[in-house]
């Protein structure tokens, strides 16, 4: 079956831009978290979403936002882009929150760049 | 206040040798905890678990050994292969069913 697809690659914006970044999870996972990459910070948690519910948050502004459809695809969206906002956005999905019935798969990710 | 941390940015091993990738946690409420192996430009790939009920699971030539009293947990690969250069992450499910993940080490397996 087919993986975790996150939608665009790669982004390039300017300072001030907003945007959006978008999660297919796999067929059947209900749950979809977002993971924040910078060099030398690891792997960042913003949020998860279950059920198009948000359950958990991580410490972002609130600039970082998200939601999730009936689909359980899942959108982020970045308000006011900063240029500390450059990094690698993950989406991982599982069949259901924290440890359960699989570990969480991850996408290859969107490399956003603010110039 | 980082709960799962990985204090070598990077190791460098020869091929054929042992590898041992090491990670400390704070919260003694965590119970589970995972290693991801990441390339770049790709997303994490799971890896291997442990449960705390365990101290060691081995799968081929990976092991993670836990121990509980230390919050230390370290993976082994042994022989190291050049493939798996790398950057490999130790994670960890907390009260709230969040993963946490260390910053990570870089692991090099030279030919």
């Known amino acids: 079956k087919a993986g975790v697809t996150q939608t665009p690659r790669y982004l390039i914006k300017t300072r001030g831009q907003q945007v959006t970044l978008s999660c297919s999870p796999i067929?059947?996972?209900?749950?979809v978290s977002w993971y924040q990459q910078t060099p030398g910070q690891g792997l960042q948690f913003l949020f998860e979403y279950f059920s198009e519910t948000q359950r958990n948050k991580g410490n972002f502004p609130g600039r970082f936002s998200g939601r999730q459809f009936s689909n359980s695809r899942s959108e982020m969206n970045v308000s006011t882009l900063e240029l500390g906002d450059s990094a690698l956005y993950l989406c991982?999905?599982?069949?259901?929150?924290?440890?359960?019935?699989?570990?969480?798969?991850f996408g290859q990710g969107t490399r956003l760049t603010v110039v | 206040d980082q709960q799962v941390k990985q204090n070598s940015p990077s190791l460098s091993v020869q091929e054929g040798r042992i590898s041992i990738l090491n990670c400390d946690y704070t919260?003694?409420?965590?119970?589970?905890f995972l290693w991801y192996k990441k390339y770049p430009a790709e997303g994490p790939t799971f890896l291997i678990s442990i449960s705390s009920i365990k101290d060691k699971n081995e799968d081929g030539r990976f092991t993670v050994f836990l121990n509980k009293s230390a919050k230390h947990l370290s993976l082994h690969i042994v022989p190291s292969q050049p493939g798996d250069s790398a950057v490999y992450f130790c994670a960890s499910y907390n009260a709230g069913n969040m993963l946490t993940f260390g910053g990570g080490t870089r692991l090099m397996v030279k030919p």
């Open positions: 067929s059947g996972h209900r749950s």
């Open positions: 991982a999905s599982s069949f259901q929150p924290g440890q359960g019935l699989g570990e969480a798969f």
């Open positions: 919260n003694s409420m965590f119970d589970y």
